[in-house]
């Protein structure tokens, strides 16, 4: 409900205006951070190369891999938490 996503929306506020920092972040990978979905690479996957310009990542049978949305910037973002 609209009640509870403003209290989250304000917590997650408070956290970054504190400069707290989790211990751990998780993220739900498939169509949430990439898109093609890991199965649909049938035969390609890892190794990826990552092209910054347009964001996207090509597996090893030259399939683009589309990151979504800040993805890039929220993984800059954690690593730069030690």
Request: aromatic share 10%; net charge negative; hydrophobic share 40%.
């Amino acid at each position: 409900d609209d009640r509870k996503t403003k209290k989250m929306a304000s917590a997650s506020s408070a956290v970054v205006e504190s400069n707290i920092k989790p211990r751990l972040v998780v993220f739900d990978l498939d169509a949430c951070v990439w898109f093609p979905e890991m199965y649909q690479l049938w035969g390609g996957g890892a190794p990826f190369t990552y092209n910054e310009e347009n964001n996207e990542c090509i597996d090893n049978r030259g399939t683009t891999v589309k990151l979504l949305g800040a993805i890039p910037e929220v993984w800059d973002e954690v690593g730069e938490w030690g």
